[in-house]
């Protein structure tokens, strides 16, 4: 068989290619492979950090840091860092992080003109102001922080913000943060929680976003308004809502609900999605007693006009489940597709395979108003 | 889509190139109608051994130098495009991997020295799409595995002595003290 060395002969930008596909411990020991790849990493404008192996191999923190300094510091310093991915693992067993070590950490590499920035911590920490003060970055996904008190916030060129197991001290702190992102496109605020609601919060329409998925602890809320120009939204219906803003780029809607579907608020919201194409349905996995209702004799328009796939979450085959799913199937036009998820959380949620063969012929058997729909199962 | 095309099967690609943009639309606005006109004018592109294919504009639109080049000379396409990079092989399997939709898997059923090939001129050809998919994918061979591994693999000769390599080891400690030293 072959026995040249066809990929020493690859450029070196297709080689520090390749290698940016890997973590910077494994970029790094591919130095040893030949002299032709000895100073590849170094090129590589990544840096992608993860302390599993060290927790794995019994190393502390401080051994981890020296790693995170040295693959920075080896570096020629003029040359910009594209993106930071810093990676702790909850099950870190040493309880001494080095808070200060990785504030300067993340201080050097943000200074690097560093535009994608994606940090996980092992436990909530207080997230260093400068994180929220680069001009540089693009990308931000940052997990497990919380933010007791905000600095100066300035991200002209931030497009994504995605936010996990996040903590702010005040709901004004976010405010502010997407006050201070012009042009952001994705945001995400995902398991969000606050401690004091403020009095005075300026929440405004952010008119770059395109794509938004929003789950905040419910006893808060974000404005819908902030996300009305979107193309995508995800969010948690809140019971008490009273008005939603109109959407009027909306294609895509998720909606979930905390405990009891209110089918009401449901069929609200998609009227104010005059171009609503693609409609999931996040069925709380509880089972509680429904509110009673009645569905709409007059079908909102874009469900009779606009809507092609459907898909119902956590699906059990309750009364008003079935009846939406009906009404869907022989109100829609245009529906190419109707999605039934039958998701099995230890013991499945229909009592029998009867039942579910029952459930599959009665939607089968329903009136459809568009002759091209397809019914799909997935469990 | 390839060789020397005729009119009808002008108008069969202009459908197929119709379809393959509805797919890709799926991450942005979801089908929305396009009110523009579609240049049906394939483009010439000749390789190294002298083959001209035709291929679809929406095709070589992902070829960033060859769109550059057409650009850059006012969308002159009358003429063959040459790719002194490129064999007739090798352009082939490109059109293959788009039509079949970058399926990896399909790269995989490919010999080693084919995907070197195909990279050479994903490069070249300055595709982001594939030279990304193709990429990963020899990263994926070197992902965990030993030193020696690699050099087995892809038949890298060790160039350094035993005392060069050990003293790479011993500046990089700090490196290599994340995981076992394996080789």
């Keep these: ?379 | 889509m390839g060789e020397k095309g005729e009119s009808s099967k002008s108008a069969m690609l202009k459908h197929a190139e119709e379809e393959e943009l509805n797919t890709k639309r799926l991450k942005t606005v979801e089908g929305e109608e396009s009110n523009m006109v579609e240049e049906t004018e394939n483009i010439k592109l000749k390789t190294s051994d002298e083959i001209i294919f035709e291929v679809e504009p929406s095709i070589v639109k992902e070829m960033v130098t060859i769109q550059t080049f057409i650009e850059d000379n006012n969308n002159e396409t009358s003429i063959p495009i040459p790719l002194p990079n490129v064999t007739s092989n090798t352009l082939r399997r490109i059109l293959e991997f788009k039509a079949r939709g970058f399926d990896e898997e399909f790269v995989k059923t490919l010999g080693m020295d084919e995907v070197f090939e195909l990279i050479l001129a994903a490069n070249y050809l300055n595709m982001k799409t594939l030279l990304d998919i193709l990429t990963k994918i020899i990263a994926d061979f070197i992902k965990n595995k030993s030193v020696e591994f690699v050099r087995k693999f892809f038949n890298i000769v060790n160039d350094f002595t035993p005392e060069e390599e050990a003293k790479i080891r011993e500046e990089n400690a700090w490196a290599f003290e994340g995981f076992e030293c394996d080789d």
């Design chain 1, 1 to 379: 068989m072959e026995t040249q060395d066809k990929i020493s002969a690859l450029p070196d930008e297709v080689l520090g290619h390749i290698l940016s596909f890997l973590s910077t411990q494994e970029a790094i020991s591919t130095s040893l492979v030949s002299k032709r790849w000895q100073p590849l990493w170094l090129s590589i404008p990544i840096l992608d950090l993860d302390d599993i192996t060290f927790i794995q191999n019994g190393k502390s923190y401080s051994s981890f840091f020296n790693f995170a300094f040295g693959s920075l510091l080896a570096r020629n310093v003029q040359q910009p860092l594209k993106l930071a991915r810093l990676r702790f693992n909850s099950c870190g067993y040493d309880n001494n992080f080095p808070y200060s070590h990785f504030k300067i950490w993340v201080n050097a590499v943000i200074q690097r003109g560093l535009e994608h920035l994606q940090i996980e911590m092992p436990r909530p920490f207080e997230l260093p102001n400068i994180i929220l003060n680069c001009k540089t970055l693009v990308v931000l996904k940052l997990y497990r922080f919380r933010v007791n008190a905000l600095g100066l916030v300035h991200l002209p060129a931030l497009k994504t913000l995605h936010l996990d197991n996040f903590t702010m001290l005040e709901t004004w702190h976010l405010a502010k943060v997407l006050h201070e992102c012009p042009i952001l496109e994705d945001l995400r605020a995902n398991n969000m929680f606050f401690y004091n609601k403020s009095d005075v919060v300026e929440f405004q329409i952010m008119p770059k976003l395109v794509k938004a998925e929003i789950k905040v602890n419910f006893r808060f809320e974000i404005p819908l308004k902030v996300a009305s120009n979107v193309e995508y939204l995800r969010f948690f219906i809140k019971p008490d809502t009273e008005c939603f803003p109109v959407f009027h780029n909306l294609i895509h809607l998720e909606v979930s609900f905390w405990f009891v579907v209110r089918w009401n608020l449901v069929f609200e919201m998609i009227k104010h999605c005059p171009k609503l194409q693609t409609f999931v349905l996040f069925l709380p996995l509880e089972s509680f007693p429904p509110m009673v209702w009645t569905f709409p004799q007059i079908v909102p328009e874009c469900i009779s006009s606009k809507l092609r796939r459907c898909t119902i979450m956590n699906y059990k085959g309750k009364k008003y489940e079935l009846q939406f799913a009906k009404y869907i199937l022989q109100n829609s036009r245009a529906l190419q597709s109707m999605t039934i998820h039958n998701k099995r959380v230890r013991n499945t949620y229909f009592a029998n395979p009867q039942d579910k063969i029952r459930i599959l012929q009665e939607l089968a058997m329903c009136p459809k108003s568009s002759t091209t729909c397809k019914i799909l199962f997935k469990s």
